[in-house]
């Protein structure tokens, strides 16, 4: 005869004296479907008590309140004898809770119901809960239909009688699921943990709720070691695959759930404590709690997986030591010492009737992220270059941070400037780096987001003026170098460098509105300076970027010197913008070719709109000391100009030439060139350049770069036939 779970605490109602929606569209559905009888109805007793208890005699784990209906589930595809133990008519119940983010449950009612894989975890003396959903409650609740529940029940059972509800290629299932929380460092290794040169243990760092604590595995020295909770490894044989089980709350039914023989695990745990405590040494005063950390291999049908489990159990170090026979009392001090060793067998042998009846909490153990975990949750492709990021201001920093949480890059610091408080509107740091190098604040925060990140290399030193060897070695070293200064100074003397790497350079405008990003290609055949030329011209010609360089509207003092002045700019427009460049940089560096991109931000609308430019091979030419530098494209807008002069009866023309001489690096860039003014004189044999409107464009020109660009030239052309060199007067 088969006996059902009993439901004599819940109180038996007519249909029509359901209430709940749900439950009025399961009756719905049940009725029209011939799979299913209906056989009852039935309500929870209304009961004021905190969510975290549960009523003692409810089969229904974890649903406090509501209404149930009781049915049968016909399905004659199942075999009657599967191997699996499911009938091909079984009695289930639909418990629909008051709260509709809730997830109606499903639950098995016959007493000897296999738990299978893909059940939900309950207490031994509960009902067997099916695990229909991959999803949360709340997005099972935003589609949820009655008739595709009872669709999904038919298919569990069946899936379940072929034993191919589990994917083969699917991860194992765990054979139980926790409530506490441990959090341990990416990659540690047991060797790590088990050497007692170093202290290892468990703190409590906070707390979900009344019944659920966080806790993290820390290296710890002697100060902190009074707030923590010793720690024990212990390394078990691998399991098979099996379905969730109840949840164990001794250590005996722990040991019985992941190894054949609880002897095991004591054994394991006795040795690790002797270990310890070879020697004799003092045991921490007030501490009534030990942690337990056990890994075990989970063999799935494909696949296997290594898990660690850890056991917060309710008993001090030094009794856990002495009912396992580990440890003996040294003397009247709080010093303890392994157990001594007779005939091979230690004088102490394990109480197995204390030990069974330790009580123990679990903690789900989660690792923290590596490098490349953090890369493969970001979505990114590549583990990026071994670069240099010159400039750890607010840019510079969010970008480090960014790049740490894709796993993107092994970086080199380099920035000689200190965090000072004006800072804190819009660099990464905090309060409590106020004072620190930029470079040692960058490491830290980048270190805080990936403990594993610690091939970061500092260095706190002025690129353009350092002489150090290992900073010069890093630079050559490198595959990319990225500038992400407030100037271009260096990434003009790195462009020239003919040994330099790949550079690129990122910089927000003054006003914050826009951003650049310029790239040599691979090969370096257009090197940076030539890009910041073209990026230049762009700005000239291009009315939409009138303002693209504008000048912050306010400026703030931040010390008491005459350069102590600093751009008003919410902190807001760094991370947006730093989002754009540090994503791009990712994209555009991984191609062969180079780049300049803006980007310009409306602060009305939120709307960003990006202009890339049409990038030209470059031209150079010394001149006595200087070397003048312009491009193919300076080359086809004065050939235009010239056009224009010989269509007008082949007459010599001629202009203004724009752009900028660096006399540190002893370079002429030529950025962009004007058509002759039309009050100039031009004939066959001779051109005089008028002044109409040149000091008008000497202005756009100046106002547009930010008074990087100026008057530097004239340029003059003669008609076909006649030799470009210039007339002796």
């Known amino acids: 005869m088969i006996e059902f779970v009993p439901l004599e605490d819940f109180f038996d109602v007519e249909v029509d004296a359901l209430v709940l929606k749900r439950t009025r569209c399961l009756v719905r559905a049940l009725r029209r479907n011939t799979c299913f009888e209906l056989i009852s109805t039935m309500q929870f007793p209304q009961k004021a008590a905190s969510t975290s208890k549960y009523r003692k005699n409810t089969p229904f784990f974890p649903i406090h309140e509501g209404e149930v209906l009781v049915c049968n589930v016909i399905n004659q595809s199942i075999p009657t004898n599967n191997p699996f133990g499911i009938f091909p008519r079984e009695r289930i119940a639909f418990v629909i809770p008051i709260d509709n983010d809730q997830a109606v449950g499903i639950f098995a009612l016959r007493n000897n119901f296999p738990r299978l894989l893909h059940t939900n975890l309950s207490p031994k003396d509960c009902a067997v809960s099916l695990c229909l959903n991959n999803l949360d409650a709340q997005t099972v609740a935003a589609s949820w239909t009655a008739e595709r529940m009872l669709q999904q029940v038919q298919w569990w059972l069946e899936q379940s009688a072929e034993g191919t509800i589990h994917a083969a290629e699917q991860t194992p299932e765990l054979p139980f699921f926790t409530g506490h929380e441990l959090f341990v460092p990416a990659g540690i290794t047991t060797d790590e943990l088990r050497d007692t040169s170093r202290y290892w243990a468990v703190v409590r760092i906070a707390q979900k709720n009344d019944i659920h604590w966080v806790m993290r595995l820390l290296e710890l020295d002697d100060i902190q070691r009074n707030a923590s909770l010793p720690i024990y490894i212990v390394d078990l044989d691998t399991i098979s695959h099996r379905p969730i089980s109840f949840k164990p709350t001794t250590l ?24 310890k405590f070879q020697g004799g040494r003092a045991v921490l005063p007030n501490n009534n709690y030990v942690v337990i950390l056990i890994r075990v291999k989970i063999q799935g049908v494909e696949l296997s997986m290594e898990k660690f489990y850890a056991a917060l159990v309710d008993i001090s170090e030094q009794q856990l030591g002495i009912h396992l026979g580990a440890l003996i009392k040294l003397n009247n001090a709080n010093n303890y010492g392994a157990a001594t060793e007779i005939n091979g067998q230690t004088s102490g042998s394990p109480n197995r009737e204390l030990l069974e009846q330790l009580q123990l909490e679990l903690m789900e153990v989660t690792s923290l992220p590596t490098k490349n975990e953090l890369q493969a949750w970001s979505g990114n492709p590549t583990n990026g270059p071994d670069g240099v990021l010159v400039g750890l201001g607010a840019l510079g920093s969010e970008l480090l941070q960014l790049w740490t949480r894709a796993g993107w890059g092994r970086w080199v610091l380099v ?48 690129i353009c003026t350092t002489r150090a060897p290992e900073l010069a070695n890093a630079l050559s070293n490198a595959e990319l170098i990225v500038d992400a200064t407030a100037g271009l100074p260096f990434s003009r003397r790195a462009g020239m460098d003919s040994n330099s790497k790949r550079i690129t350079s990122l910089f927000l405008t003054p006003n914050g509105m826009g951003t650049v990003l310029m790239i040599e290609d691979k090969a370096r055949n257009l090197p940076i300076h030539a890009i910041e030329a073209q990026y230049y011209r762009t700005l000239i010609s291009s009315d939409c970027l009138a303002d693209h360089l504008a000048p912050a509207s306010d400026l703030f003092r931040s010390g008491t010197g005459c350069r102590d002045k600093s751009f008003v700019m919410p902190h807001s427009r760094v991370l947006a913008h730093a989002a754009i ?91 962009d060139a004007f058509p002759a003014p039309p009050d100039s004189i031009a004939t066959t044999t001779g051109f005089t350049r008028g002044v109409v409107g040149v000091s008008e464009a000497c202005q756009l020109v100046s106002q547009r770069t930010l008074n990087q660009v100026n008057y530097v030239g004239e340029w003059h052309s003669h008609p076909r036939g006649h030799s470009a060199k210039h007339s002796p007067t």
């Open 252 to 275: 005996s039914e722990l040991a019985n759930l992941l190894c054949d023989d609880a002897d095991n695990l004591y054994h394991k745990l006795k040795n690790e404590l002797k270990n």
């Open 581 to 671: 460049l540090a994503e791009q940089t990712q994209l555009l560096s991984a191609r062969d070719s180079g780049a300049c991109r803006i980007w310009q931000h409306t602060q009305e609308t939120g709307a960003v709109v990006m202009k890339e430019i049409a990038l030209s091979t470059i031209v150079t030419r010394n001149s006595d000391d200087f070397t003048v530098i312009y491009d193919e494209g300076l080359i086809i807008k004065l050939r235009q100009y010239r056009q224009q002069g010989l269509s007008a009866g082949g007459r010599e023309t001629g202009g203004v030439l724009f752009g900028y001489v660096d006399f540190s690096l002893m370079i002429i860039m030529l950025v």
């Open 415 to 462: 920035d000689s400037d200190y965090l000072r408080p004006h800072n804190l509107a819009r660099h990464a740091g905090y309060s409590e780096h106020i004072g620190m190098r930029k470079v040692a604040v960058a490491k830290q925060l980048a270190e805080s987001i990936n403990p594993s990140a610690d091939d970061l290399l500092v260095f706190n030193e002025d």
